[in-house]
Each structure stands twice: as C-alpha cells, then as structure tokens.
C-alpha cells in the first residue's frame, strides 16, 4: 500500500517537472550555428549575415578537447551578423544579456563586438588592444583577450538602474552606469556583432563565432561563471547525434529534492534560493530573510539563511517580494511570481557591502537654538537604536545652520548643535569614543537660503556612519 502511494504521488509531480525546469532557467534564445543561422530553439528569427557572407567550418575548441570538432561561423574584416529585435518582438527593450564565445585574429586597436545603434554613432562594445571597452564611456583595466584564442564573453544591461558588466571567463572586467542609453538598441531595433560603423573606418576583425545566446533580463554574475564553466555542454560536437527534441537553453541542473516533490503534491510553491556576497561569490550565513506579499507589503514569512540557502512554502498565485539583510551590506529584494501548483521556484540574492553615501538621519533645529526639539529626539532615538545593534559604525556629527545673521555665530551655533547631540546619543548609552564631528555654520547649504522653508532645511546635524577600521 505504501509502495502504491508513492507512486501515485511521483505521478502527480511528473506534470511539473517540466516547470520546475523551466523555472531556473533564464528565458533565451540560443545560436550554435549547427543549423545556419536558425536559432537551437527553432522559434527566434534567424541571425542575418552582415556584409560579405561568412563560412560555416569545422573547428576545434578548447573547451571541447583537441581533439574533437564543431561547426563554427568565420567571417572576414567588416562583415558579421545581426539579430532582429522587432522580428522578435521587443526581446532586448528591457534588461538583457548577450552571451558570446568567440574570437579575433585582430586586436591592434579597436575591434567591434556589439553595436547598438545599426552602425549611425561611434559607442558600443569593443575589445581595445585585448581589454573590454565601451566607448566611449568604460575600459577594463587588465588585457583579456588574445589574438586567435576563442574567449567566452557576456554583455549585460539592467534597464532599472543602467548598470552594464562586461565579462570575460567568468569575471567580471568592466562596470558602468550607461546615463546616456548608450548601451540599447534604437529605433533600427538590431543588434550587430563584429561589424564596423560608419564614423570611424577599420574597427573591425576578421573572426569566428561558435555560439551566441540571449536572455531576455540580467545574468547575474555567479550565473556567468556558471555559464562559462559549463560552456561545453552548450557546444556539441560534429558527432553529437541529432534529435528532433531542441536542446535545453540552460545548463544542467540536479533532480528535485524529495521535499520538493512532496509540496508539488500538496500544491504548495517550493521557494528556495542562495545569498551570496557579490565580490567574492562565496554564500553569506545568518542572514535574515523575510517574504512579504507586493500588493500589501504583509509579512508572510521569514527565516534565516544557514550556509547562504533559504527556503519557503508559499501559495501560488501572488507576487512575493524577498527581501535578504545582513549588517555591513545593502538589503537586497527580489520578486518571484509562482505561477502554478507545485512549482518550484528558485533565485539569487546577491548582496553588496553597505555604502554610506548620505546621511543616515539628519536632525533638524529652530533658527537660532541649539537645544533638541521633539521631532529631533524621536529621530535621534532610532539612531541610537541603529547603532546599539552595529558596534562596526563610528558616527560623523556635521554641524550646519542658515545664512541669517553674523557668520561667526553660526559657525559657533553649528559647534554646539553637533555637541548636543552627542551628549543625547551618549546619554542613550552610545560609546562617546565612536562619535566625531564639526560644525561647518553655513557654508554648506543642502537649499538656497532664499526662503524661510529653504532655511529650515539648512538648519541641521547630518549624522554620518563610517565602517570602524580594523
């Protein structure tokens, strides 16, 4: 009887196997040049030859062994490929990633990779005598890239921030804000590979392409050096048998878990995922971990992530805000949508080292008074709460007043404003030694002090957090 209902229950599960497959992986349309220029998945639009067309040829990779071969794109100087973005529907409108293994037999200057504005302007992505380079805003500082030698490398834009990476092997080699848009397709609506403007004559390499892949939003980086640790797998060989299945566009992943499969039966959501520090890719412990639903911001569930990994089991059918916090990093959120019953959904939180680039409680204060006002000391409160539970910070107390009056008083009037309030945080049992400051009067203005509600807001103790040095 036993051995019967664990088959029943396998059977249910075997319906969102295929789910929980397809929920790892990031959505993308694959290009390995074993069929032309179709795409592995049959449904992307075919890439366009640029120029003069290329050859398919038989090629040995690295990544394969010495000894066995593939079926490469080679092209000559100025000529390359392009993909249809409007063909495809708006796939690179947003965030995306393009993922290349390639390479040159040129590198004595500037060679085009990506160009984003169909040849019109001279920005895009270069490799600049063997180092990665988006002109003309970002160059990487080491050399990367070797003439002949085929080399993996991914391109990423997140539309929210404007943040682009560039990576090569795995490792990331150039960061940037794009401000200007440089780094999105334009009206054209194509993206091109290897293939020179029109501004600037000879920017362009003879070369050979083995695979192309896009995703449709942002690779984090533990997922590319993943990507380039398993890049053989995404490159068959000559003798590879060919089926009428399409090959997977992600990277093999493990069966689910026996727990995994119970909540598929009991038609419960399995959220697992990892939090990982993003500089070094090693798993951060003890991290808090609290899910809330997006459309109320209730909280619905929370633990603690041992050995980086967390795990929950949520309804289907809600957006779910994750939202991981370590003291000496930025909180991190991100949102998963389960979309069916028995799904398993899982994602990456990468955290970054805290930044403490503006105040992080500014005090306010009546024109011409030194003493603390109610609003000030409920604010002051909580900074004492804060540091309580962050023996790592020092404090900066910076002192400011208004332009109204004689500038030697205001300079004095800012001195002891910050002196009032570290006596209040010290008195709230904040080690006096962890607390600095100056009094700058009013040569710092955060308003114009044309109006009386631009000078309340110049009358103030910014209260600094600095990392203690160790």
């Excluded at 080292?353 to 609003?375: H, N, W």
């Amino acid at each position: 009887m036993n051995r019967e209902k664990a088959l029943f229950r396998t059977l249910l599960v075997v319906p969102f196997l295929f789910t929980f497959f397809s929920s790892l992986a990031q959505r993308s349309w694959t290009y390995d040049f074993s069929n032309g220029f179709e795409s592995v998945e049959g449904s992307a639009p075919p890439l366009r030859p640029l120029g003069e067309k290329g050859k398919f040829i038989e090629e040995k990779l690295p990544e394969l062994g010495s000894t066995t071969q593939r079926t490469v794109y080679k092209f000559e100087a100025n000529n390359g490929l392009q993909f249809d973005n409007k063909a495809a529907n708006g796939f690179l409108n947003r965030s995306f990633t393009v993922e290349i293994y390639f390479k040159l037999t040129e590198l004595d200057s500037w060679k085009r990779v990506l160009d984003f504005k169909n040849r019109k302007t001279d920005f895009g992505s270069y490799i600049h005598h063997g180092k990665l380079n988006f002109f003309n805003l970002a160059t990487g500082k080491k050399a990367a890239v070797r003439p002949n030698d085929y080399v993996h490398y991914v391109y990423s834009r997140n539309a929210e921030t404007g943040m682009i990476r560039m990576y090569v092997d795995g490792e990331s080699k150039v960061e940037f804000k794009d401000v200007d848009k440089e780094g999105i397709l334009d009206a054209d609506q194509v993206l091109n590979f290897f293939y020179d403007d029109l501004v600037v004559n000879h920017e362009a390499s003879a070369g050979s392409v083995a695979l192309i892949r896009l995703y449709d939003e942002v690779m984090t980086p533990v997922l590319v050096r993943k990507s380039f640790k398993e890049l053989a797998q995404k490159l068959p060989s000559r003798s590879a048998t060919p089926t009428a299945t399409p090959r997977p566009a992600a990277p093999a992943i493990a069966a689910p878990a026996e727990e995994e499969m119970e909540d598929a039966a009991d038609g419960l959501v399995s959220v697992t995922g990892k939090v990982y520090d993003v500089r070094n890719l090693g798993f951060l412990g003890d991290v808090d971990v609290i899910v809330r639903r997006t459309n109320s911001d209730s909280i619905v569930a929370r633990t603690k992530a041992v050995n980086g990994q967390y795990r929950f089991r949520l309804k289907p059918l809600e957006t779910y805000r994750i939202t991981a916090s370590l003291p000496g990093y930025q909180p991190k959120s991100v949102v998963v949508q389960p979309k069916a019953q028995g799904e398993v959904v899982r994602s990456l939180i990468n955290m970054a080292p805290e930044t403490f680039d503006k105040p992080i409680a500014t005090v306010p204060f009546v024109q011409s008074k030194d003493s603390l006002i109610s609003e000030a000391k409920v604010r002051l409160d909580s900074v004492a709460n804060f540091l309580q539970t962050r023996p790592d910070l020092m404090i900066n107390l910076e002192g400011h007043t208004d332009n109204i009056g004689d500038f030697d008083k205001n300079l004095l009037l800012s001195w002891q404003r910050v002196l009032i309030v570290k006596n209040y945080l010290i008195e709230k049992g904040i080690d006096p030694n962890r607390i600095d400051g100056k009094g700058y009067g009013p040569t710092r203005p955060a308003a114009h002090n044309n109006s009386e509600p631009a000078r309340q807001v110049n009358r103030r103790v910014e209260v600094w957090a600095t990392p203690i040095k160790r």
